[in-house]
């Protein structure tokens, strides 16, 4: 079974950075995408940044510029760079597995949270001003 594994969540202050981690174990395939996703109290899930088993990456308008995906070699690992962070990156974060698909998805679906099958059990990251 596929399992995800997130850390490296905590609490910063406003303007610092944090590296979230992500181990994934149990996949038979090479998945044509993660993501990173993140949720409030009260609000819907919201996709963070995606890359694709090409190592292509696609960014939320809020992530762009700040957060980098990426992944080690062996595809083990799921990495999320956050810098520059503030109170509105206050979240849990989810890192999210595809299932097999026939063909890749198209990217306009790649921050689509119903486009991931497995998903790692979040890790808390709380920004203060």
């Known amino acids: 079974a596929v399992q995800l594994v997130e850390s490296g969540g905590g609490s910063v202050r406003a303007g610092g950075s944090l590296r979230l981690s992500c181990a994934i174990s149990g996949y038979t395939y090479t998945p044509d995408l993660m993501g990173w996703f993140r949720q409030v109290p009260g609000k819907e899930r919201e996709g963070v940044a995606a890359i694709d088993g090409y190592g292509n990456t696609k960014y939320a308008d809020s992530a762009k510029g700040r957060f980098i995906i990426s992944r080690n070699n062996a595809k083990t690992t799921l990495y999320l760079q956050m810098n520059s962070l503030g109170p509105e990156d206050t979240a849990i974060y989810y890192c999210?597995?595809?299932?097999?698909?026939?063909?890749?998805?198209?990217?306009?679906?790649?921050?689509?949270?119903?486009?991931?099958?497995?998903w790692g059990q979040g890790t808390q990251v709380t920004v203060s001003s």
């Open positions: 999210a597995g595809q299932g097999l698909r026939v063909r890749p998805p198209a990217e306009f679906v790649w921050l689509v949270e119903h486009e991931y099958n497995y």
